[in-house]
């Protein structure tokens, strides 16, 4: 079955940095558009980022353009999102998402679709 499992959250200071990873298995990664979703204490899902299968578009929320990167390797089955310039709002819990629907790459996946999770938490 799907299996999506995120790593590399952490306890980091506003400015900071982190990668998340997100390992993938029990379908062809390679052919899927991936996303990006994180959720904040008490508020709904958020669509962060997405990737094309072949890593050629992307698109951002602009809440993160020019601060976060996604990228994949599709010979490792794996999606990245690095994180520069983090502040307290971009705390939450980040989920990587299969995409099965590329015509609406900003939308958030159904739930179905999402790793469990690593906490990302910016604060002094």
């Known amino acids: 079955q799907v299996q999506l499992v995120e790593s590399g959250g952490g306890l980091v200071q506003p400015g900071g940095s982190l990668r998340l990873s997100c390992a993938a298995s029990g379908f062809t990664f390679s052919t899927y558009y991936m996303s990006w979703v994180r959720q904040a204490p008490g508020k709904g899902p958020e669509w962060v980022s997405t990737?094309?299968?072949?890593?050629?578009?992307?698109w951002y929320a602009d809440s993160v353009k020019g601060r976060f990167t996604i990228s994949r390797d599709n010979a490792k089955n794996t999606l990245y999102l690095q994180m520069i310039s983090l502040k307290p709002e971009d705390t939450g819990l980040y989920y990587c998402a299969r995409n099965r629907n590329s015509y609406r790459p900003r939308a958030v996946p159904p739930r179905d679709d999402w790793g469990q999770g690593t906490q990302v938490t910016v604060s002094e």
């Open positions: 990737m094309s299968a072949s890593g050629g578009s992307t």
